[in-house]
């Protein structure tokens, strides 16, 4: 497999086709000058020695040089083989509704930007452990599986929003089965599932697939995000302002209330706890310093290992290159002059 080291720097490779046209057009304007002091015959004669083919070939050796020089500074390198590397951690699934309701702002800026936020502050204290996300609303989808490339589940998270699952409804069961299929039992990890929701309007048995995560022994922890007493969800218009609130068939404000005793009970059969979101507080870290209490299992993750750096041999590709352009003379070979035919028919005239 091969990577790169620095691939920022692969954007300067834009910098060869700009000069190969500042090279032409320097070509251009010399002859042009050249042209000037007399006749096409006449100037033929005074550039006879001159090669136009070598001179084409110095400016492909320097481009082809600049594009080597490039390719070193990113540094390519090389992975030698894929192994099995065993880390230590426990493997744990963000379930996070999605539903409309978590746009509510009884919890500043709105209970989805709060629970993204948690989210992502978590993942930045993860050493080790592997994290996946389950997205759901009135169906559930995995967003990332379980993995330990903090970075792409940085990216993954950033896109997520209230359009990510298009069935309505608050489907924790669904969330909860999605993420057993997703665990490998196989290995003896410490799996835990973080329900993050306001628990309105469940639907399907939760409390069934609760069950069955204890039983294969999942830690189910919630946290709930909202209040009981409840809060209107906003509406936006295309230009980012509020213009109304949601509203039912028959008019009325729609207020999304907090169900806590749902999110406890679900917590209490999954051996886990029950968190209430708060503005201030960070529950997944709270979470996250009872998961760390956890004895930890060793996992098998599969990556190139022995990444060998290859700068140097495009480095030296390039000086090879700039040596050659520096010695190639734009004069005519003058042996294979001697063989050019048509030069000893005009000796001859």
Known sequence: MIRFAHPEYLYLLALVPVLGGIFLLGIHLRIAAISRYGTPGV???????????????????????????????????????????????????????????????????????????????????LAGDRIGMIVFAGDAFTQFPLTTDYSAAFLFLDVVDVDAVPVPGTNIGAAIGKAMESFDFKEQTTKVIVVITDGESTDGDVFEAAEEAAKKGILLYTIGLGSPAGAPIP?????????????????????????????ERIATIGNGKYFRGTTAQDELDEIYKAINALQKKEFGVKQFTDYEDRFQVFLLAALGLMVVEVILSEKKTAWVQRLNPLRREEAKA
């Open 43 to 125: 100037l033929a004669r005074l550039t006879e020695a001159a090669s136009p083919s070598k001179r084409l070939w110095r400016l492909i050796f320097s481009l082809a040089a600049v594009g080597l020089l490039v390719v070193g500074l990113a540094n390519p390198q090389i992975g030698t083989r894929l192994e099995e590397v065993k880390q230590e951690g426990v493997d744990l699934f963000i379930a996070l509704d999605v539903s409309y309701s978590m746009k509510a702002e009884d919890i500043k800026p709105n209970r989805l930007e709060k629970a993204k936020l948690e989210i992502r502050n978590l993942i930045g204290r």
């Open 235 to 263: 509406v936006y218009d295309a230009g980012g302002r509020q213009s109304d609130f949601k509203r039912d068939r028959v008019g009325n404000v729609v207020v999304s209330k907090l169900d806590e005793v749902s999110l």
